[in-house]
């Protein structure tokens, strides 16, 4: 008699295993949620280990700022006397270095991550996306210590608070989802080509200098503005600092890639991640 397959018994359990669908299949929520004690294990290891063996400590997350805002006063505001929406300049500085850290700090650590925790990565199974994730509780920490200082400045300053402050939250949010995108195209890129990893700083310096953090927008000519707008982070940074010290420049076009801008980054990031993260053990 030819053989022929067994069916399985009352008492046998057939599990059928297979990916999750729907819309959100690929940010892995379910599973996800099963590992969000990893989640909370790699978010708490990266606070602690960022400033263990440095002699200032924690007080590099207010120096950092503090030294660059003083540094954009001086250059911007005293060499090159641009304006500052009526404000002390380094005030407005530090306003705009606040959002910018978030997304910079971000940017680095998602693109890292893989690479930094590479002997995770080719010994041990777990979603790939906790690991850039993580990341986001040691910017959380650092923008609440900044906070601090801010409500400071404003207090001595006496800068009004207007109710702009409560779309700080959604300014926020939208920046650190544009970081989380790019970090994943190139956190996930980087794996297989180490240029991009030394590429990254670099182009985030540019990104600097061509986005408002130092400078309002102003500043820049008017024919060149709606090209300048079109960089999502023009409407992120300049809402940022416009919620914290009641005006700024924001248009429609600047508000409408500030918030198109964020949701197709962090779509694709985490699509394109989510394609090649079977292959991360081979490579890394």
């Known amino acids: 008699m030819p053989d022929r397959p067994l069916a399985p018994s009352s008492s046998q359990v057939v599990t059928r295993i297979g990916g999750q669908r729907g819309p959100w299949a690929a940010l892995q929520l379910r599973e996800m949620w099963s590992y969000r004690d990893l989640f909370l294990t790699f978010g708490l290891r990266d606070v602690k280990l960022r400033y263990r063996q440095t002699a200032l400590g924690v007080s590099w997350v207010l120096l950092q700022p503090l030294i660059a805002a003083a540094i954009f006063a001086f250059v911007f505001g005293r060499v090159a006397d641009l304006p500052s929406d009526g404000h002390p300049y380094f005030v407005f500085a530090f306003a705009g270095l606040m959002g910018w850290n978030a ?9 890292t991550s893989l690479l930094a925790n590479s ?6 199974y777990f979603p790939r996306l906790i690991l850039p994730a993580s990341t986001l509780m040691a910017t959380a920490i650092d923008f609440l210590i900044t906070s601090c200082v801010m409500a400071g400045m ?8 207007t109710l702009h402050l409560l779309l700080l939250p959604i300014w926020l949010a939208l920046l650190l989802m544009i970081a989380t995108g790019m970090g994943l195209v190139l956190g996930g890129t980087s794996v297989r080509f180490r240029d991009v990893a030394i590429l990254t700083p670099v182009a985030a310096q540019m990104l600097l200098y061509i986005s408002p953090v ?8 008017a024919r060149y503005r709606d090209l300048y707008e079109l960089n999502p982070l023009t409407g992120l940074l300049e809402g940022f600092r416009w919620s914290l010290l009641g005006n700024g420049h924001l248009t429609p076009l600047a508000v409408t890639t500030a918030v198109l801008g964020p949701l197709v980054a962090l779509g694709l990031g985490v699509v ?8 991360f053990a081979d490579v890394i």
Request: hydrophobic share 35%; aromatic share 10%; charged share 15%.
């Open 154 to 161: 404003l207090a001595v300053t006496s800068t009004p608070l």
């Open 119 to 124: 002997q995770l990565v080719s010994k041990v």
């Open 103 to 111: 997304f910079n700090t971000t940017l680095t650590r998602t693109s």
């Open 214 to 221: 130092a400078y309002p927008v102003s500043s820049v000519p």
């Open 272 to 279: 394109y991640f989510r394609r090649i993260e079977r292959g």
